[in-house]
C-alpha cells in the first residue's frame, strides 16, 4: 500500500493549493481506508488509525502539512476521543468497590517505577536533580494508556470498574509530574546548547569581539603564540592559553580544533593561512582567518574550501561607508541596548505560518530572510519555511529568546 500510494500522495502534495487541500484530503481518505481494513479483518479500528498514523510518517509530509494534520488532531479529534473518555468514567461505581480503588495507588506507583529504566539513563547524561525531574514526566502517558484501555476492554482482558481505575491513575500522575518537574528541574548554565569558538591570536581586535560575543551562544576560548601578548591579555581574558608553537601536534592537543568555528586571527597572514587549512582539514565546520592582504589565488582557493576570509581595510571601508550612507544601519550594529541577530529557523511550532501570527513579531524588526540561495523581502503575509535564515533586530533580552526560540529543534 505504502509503496503504490507513495507517488500519487507526493504529486497531490506537490500541486495542492488552498482552497482544494489535497494533502488533507489523502491523509483522511488513507486514515478512513485503514480503519476500515482493521475493521473488516476483526482488529480494532484504533489500531488501523495508529497504522495510518505510521504510514503517514513514512511518507514524509511536508513540514506544513504536518502542521496542518497536528492542528486538526489535537484541536479537534484528540479533544473529542478525551471527552469521550471522561463521560464513560464511572467515578460512582469505582468508589463502590473497595478493591478496584485499593488498585489505584498501586497503579500509580507502578507507572512510575516503569520509568525507572529511563531515570537511571538520564542520570548517566545530566545533574541528577534534572534526571529526576526528567524521569518523572515522562511518566505523563495518558495518550498510550487510553487508546490500549479500549482495546482491552473490547477484548474483555479487563473489567470495566478495573479500566476506570487505569484512567484515574493516568490522570493522576498526569497532575503530578508536570508539577514535580517544574518544583526540580533547574536549567543550568552547560545546559544551554553553545557554539564553540577557538581564536588563535590575542590583540586588539579579538580580545573585544571575545569580551563581547554573547556568553549564552558562545563559549570562547582564545590562544596565543607570543608572550608578550599572554602577559598582557592574561589577567583579561577568561579562557588564555599560551601555544609554544602553532604546528598541527600543538594545536591538536590543546583543543584549536575542537571548536565549531575557528578564527585564525593572528598579525602574520601566513600564520592564518596556515591555522586556517589545518582547521579545514580537521572537519571544524566554520574557519575564519583574519588576512591584510588577499591574493586572488589564496582567496579562490579558500571559496572552495568554504574558509571566510576577513580583511580589517575592507571592513573599515564597509562601516565608514555606512555611517556616511546608512546611518541607522550603523547605529543598529554599533548600540549596545539592541543587537542584528541572524537565526535560522529550526523549531516546527513556528514552521508554516505568517510572520504576523507570531507572537513576538511586535517586538522585534525582520530585516530579510534568506531562503536557499534566495533573499526575501519580509511581509506580514510571508510564510516562514523550516531552514530559512530571520536576520531581525530588537532590545537585547527580546532578540536572545527570539533566537533561542526559532533555533530549537
Request: with cysteine; net charge neutral.
Amino acid at each position: 500500500l505504502l509503496r503504490r500510494f507513495k507517488q500519487p500522495y507526493l504529486w497531490f502534495a506537490k500541486i495542492t493549493k488552498s482552497t482544494t487541500q489535497l494533502d488533507i484530503r489523502l491523509a483522511f481518505f488513507l486514515i478512513f481506508a485503514l480503519v476500515t481494513v482493521a475493521e473488516t479483518v476483526g482488529a480494532e479500528n484504533i489500531l488501523g488509525a495508529f497504522l495510518a498514523g505510521m504510514v503517514m510518517k513514512l511518507l514524509e509530509p511536508s513540514e506544513d502539512t504536518k502542521d496542518k494534520l497536528t492542528s486538526i488532531g489535537y484541536g479537534f479529534f484528540i479533544p473529542i476521543f478525551f471527552i469521550m473518555t471522561g463521560v464513560g468514567l464511572n467515578l460512582r461505581s469505582l468508589f463502590a468497590h473497595p478493591s478496584s480503588l485499593m488498585l489505584l495507588p498501586v497503579l500509580v506507583i507502578f507507572l512510575f517505577i516503569a520509568k525507572v529504566p529511563v531515570l537511571l539513563t538520564y542520570v548517566r547524561y545530566f545533574q541528577k536533580k534534572n534526571a529526576f525531574a526528567g524521569g518523572f514526566l515522562t511518566a505523563t502517558t495518558i495518550t498510550i494508556v487510553l487508546p490500549t484501555l479500549q482495546v482491552a476492554r473490547k477484548l474483555h482482558a479487563i473489567t470495566s470498574t478495573q479500566s476506570d481505575a487505569f484512567i484515574l491513575a493516568a490522570v493522576i500522575v498526569c497532575i503530578l509530574s508536570p508539577i514535580v518537574f517544574n518544583s526540580n528541574f533547574v536549567l543550568l548554565p552547560e545546559d544551554k546548547i553553545k557554539e564553540k569558538v577557538a581564536i588563535v591570536g590575542a590583540n586588539a581586535v579579538t580580545v573585544p569581539v571575545a569580551h563581547d560575543l554573547h556568553a549564552n551562544w558562545y563559549s570562547v576560548k582564545m590562544f596565543t603564540d607570543k608572550k608578550n601578548q599572554y602577559k598582557t591579555y592574561d589577567s583579561r581574558v577568561e579562557n588564555l592559553t599560551f601555544l609554544p608553537n602553532l604546528d598541527e601536534e600543538t594545536l591538536e592537543k590543546d583543543g584549536v580544533f575542537d571548536g565549531d568555528i575557528v578564527v585564525a586571527a593572528n598579525r602574520a597572514d601566513e600564520d592564518n593561512i596556515k591555522i586556517a587549512r589545518m582547521a579545514k582539514e580537521k572537519g571544524v565546520n566554520r574557519v575564519i582567518a583574519r588576512l591584510s592582504e588577499v591574493d586572488s589565488k589564496t582567496l579562490t582557493e579558500f571559496n572552495e574550501k568554504g574558509i571566510e576570509v576577513f580583511n580589517s581595510t575592507n571592513v573599515h571601508a564597509a562601516l565608514m561607508r555606512a555611517m556616511i550612507e546608512s546611518p541607522t544601519v550603523y547605529r543598529i550594529m554599533t548600540d549596545t541596548k539592541n543587537i542584528l541577530y541572524s537565526v535560522k529557523v529550526k523549531n516546527t511550532h513556528y514552521t508554516g505560518r505568517q510572520l504576523m501570527d507570531l507572537e513576538f513579531i511586535d517586538q522585534i524588526t525582520v530585516s530579510r530572510i534568506k531562503r536557499g540561495d534566495e533573499w526575501l523581502i519580509p511581509r506580514g503575509a510571508t510564510v516562514i519555511e523550516p531552514g530559512d535564515i530571520l536576520v531581525f533586530s530588537g532590545e537585547f533580552k527580546v532578540a536572545d529568546r527570539v533566537r533561542d526560540l526559532l533555533s530549537k529543534e
